[in-house]
């Protein structure tokens, strides 16, 4: 079974920083994507970032040059360095790894994390 596992998400002011980890464990012979996403309170969950195997990123308007998002195909890891941080941040971060094959899964998967908390004061 894979699993996601975020961390790294906390309490922190605005302009401020945090850097958030996600590690994917399991059998996992290769996955294609690997992004985050966030949902507020009463909202839908939003794209934060993404980036392909081939390392091409995309970013949500909202975080453009604010975010930056790495991956570690070797330990299929994804961070997202988060500064400059707003209020309007503040969500719940999910980790997502899309296209994930493994040594006993003929068809490529889909999986997403628990979460990690980013609370961002004023």
């Known amino acids: 079974q894979v699993q996601l596992v975020e961390s790294g998400g906390g309490l922190v002011q605005a302009g401020g920083s945090l850097r958030l980890s996600c590690v994917a464990s399991?059998?996992?012979?290769?996955?294609?994507?690997m992004g985050w996403y966030r949902q507020a309170p009463g909202k839908q969950r939003e794209l934060v970032a993404t980036?392909?195997?081939?390392?091409?990123?995309n970013y949500a308007d909202s975080v453009e040059g604010r975010f930056t998002i790495t991956r570690v195909h070797a330990n299929n890891t994804v961070d997202l360095q988060m500064n400059s941080l707003k209020p309007e941040d503040a969500a719940v971060y999910y980790c997502?790894?899309?296209?994930?094959?493994?040594?006993?899964?003929?068809?490529?998967?889909?999986?997403w994390g628990k979460g990690t908390l980013v609370t961002v004061s004023s």
């Open positions: 399991g059998r996992i012979f290769s996955i294609n994507g």
């Open positions: 997502n790894a899309n296209g994930v094959r493994t040594y006993y899964t003929s068809s490529p998967m889909n999986y």
């Open positions: 980036i392909t195997t081939g390392g091409s990123t």
